[in-house]
């Protein structure tokens, strides 16, 4: 096998601890069960049968509407049925803010009659609405920025993920009603004090292991052409004047990312870190699994065959003198945000795998955001496995537009919801090519199976993007001086 048909294959950024080595790939049970079953687009793509239709669409606010502006696009909350109500009160701080921005024909609560109802579906909440899944008028009832306070064995990843396709939705939860009111008074804070406590620099961390594929993938494609630019790109963050401080390969141990979230590195507190590496899975049955699971693999990484607690970063490794107050984590790695209850991936056979008792919140995004000294405003991690397709395109070249634009578009000072569009939109249009490609085998062309497992994988890496935090968040980059 060349190496270029080696990187096509669909390559998981995760350990297992049992093993110490790579997930595996998609089986081909998986495969031949999405081929049985999934013969045309989910329902949310229903109405969308060409890929010149998909991008042609808008996955946002309606044109006329200023996303930045809240009087203009709105805020809504929706809460977990039956919620304990000092969790309203702890976020109290976030909620007035928000309706004061938004004004109170914007603002929403969406709980009782009007929330989430037991097996509900994004579609089936919509329509009670009186509202569909299309371009978003928040006249019409749901504002665009939608903040769901629920664990994700309540309201499920699924349905965050079909109402991301258009409004710009979060979530948050904690084990602590203490850290909701953290993170909400961390969010108030950061915007009323007067000096930002970020600078205006982004750091970007990727540990590259030489006996590991799927690192060196990264490196090569996503974090060496970020930070050296290519022929018509110049490096990230240039064209936004923020400074770059890369930590690669050698430079990306666990006690540099202790200086990260310290704020001790060159020019201090960065307002953005973006992160590649792989993600820590541990079995249902292991203790570990609920702390640890999706924790940072550093290049502290010995070698394949066995792994331990002080090669990965966790929640429970974020010093109490962190100094994370304003910081944005965009975190590619597998479960970086959380992990669902079966696998997502072989979720259409009779008896999907499961990976998790129940599905789970990662650790260190809860860490991050409700830290006692001033909590980050958010982060962007991925549910379940991230694979290299988000960066890789189909010949096995670097294909990183989407991370570009969503780390230019925070550094641009857009609200995070709006900033994450490009993953929807690529969810979209590889969820129609998929049905199409499926289409045209079923009536006689060749399309092999290597070719429908990529783009399926893909598809569903694409959907499984989340924010942890408040989606209105954003940075303050006209306050922030140039270094």
């Known amino acids: 096998m060349t190496p270029d048909e080696t990187e096509e294959k669909p390559l998981p950024m995760g350990i297992s601890a049992r093993t ?147 409004w710009a939705v979060g979530r948050l939860w904690f084990p602590s009603v203490d850290q909701f009111r953290r993170y909400a008074e961390s969010v108030v804070r950061y915007e009323d004090q007067p000096e930002v406590p970020t600078a205006r620099q982004t750091a970007l961390f990727a540990p590259q292991h030489d006996f590991d594929r799927a690192t060196q993938l990264f490196v090569r494609q996503v974090a060496t052409p970020l930070v050296n630019g290519t022929e018509v790109t110049p490096p990230i963050g240039r064209r936004q004047k923020f400074q770059l401080r890369p930590f690669l390969g050698e430079a990306a141990t666990k006690s540099k990312l202790l200086e990260i979230f310290h704020g001790t590195i060159p020019g201090g507190s960065p307002a953005v870190l973006f992160s590649g590496s792989h993600g820590m899975q541990f079995e249902p049955e292991d203790a570990r699994q609920p702390a640890a699971q999706g924790s940072m693999v550093c290049q502290d990484w010995g070698g394949l065959g066995s792994i331990c607690e002080r090669e990965w970063f966790a929640g429970a490794d974020l010093p109490s003198d962190a100094k994370v107050l304003g910081l944005i984590h965009f975190l590619f790695a597998c479960h970086g945000a959380g992990c669902p209850q079966f696998d997502n991936f072989d979720r259409l056979n009779n008896q999907p795998k499961p990976v998790a008792k129940q599905p789970l919140l990662a650790q260190l995004p809860q860490a991050l955001l409700s830290h006692p000294q001033g909590g980050a405003l958010a982060v962007l991690g991925h549910v379940e496995r991230a694979w290299a397709f988000s960066f890789c395109s189909d010949r096995g070249g670097s294909q990183i537009q989407g991370f570009r634009d969503v780390l230019g578009r925070l550094f641009r000072g857009e609200r995070i919801g709006q900033a994450t569009d490009s993953f929807n939109m690529r969810w979209a249009a590889l969820s129609t090519e998929l049905a199409e490609r499926q289409n045209d085998r079923e009536h006689g062309e060749e399309v092999g199976i290597p070719e429908l497992t990529s783009l399926w994988v893909a598809r569903d890496d694409a959907r499984n993007y989340i924010i942890f935090g408040d989606p209105a968040v954003r940075l303050r980059v006209e306050d922030m001086p140039e270094i």
């Open 20 to 166: 110490g080595r790579p997930l595996p790939e998609v089986s081909e049970e998986a495969v031949q069960a999405m081929l049985g079953r999934e013969k045309k687009p989910p329902p949310e793509f229903a109405a969308m049968t060409a890929r010149s239709d998909v991008a042609s669409r808008a996955f946002a606010a309606a044109g006329e509407l200023d996303a930045n502006d809240l009087s203009q696009a709105g805020w809504a909350v929706m809460f977990a049925p039956g919620i304990d109500p000092a969790i309203k009160e702890a976020l109290k701080p976030l909620l007035d803010r928000r309706k004061a921005q938004a004004g109170d024909a914007l603002y929403k609560v969406f709980e009782g009659a009007t929330g989430y109802q037991a097996e509900d579906t994004a579609l089936k909440w919509l329509k009670r609405q009186g509202v569909r899944l299309d371009v978003v008028d928040p006249g019409l009832g749901i504002p665009f920025y939608l903040l769901i306070v629920a664990p994700p064995e309540v309201i499920p990843f699924e349905f965050q993920y079909t109402l991301d396709l258009y």
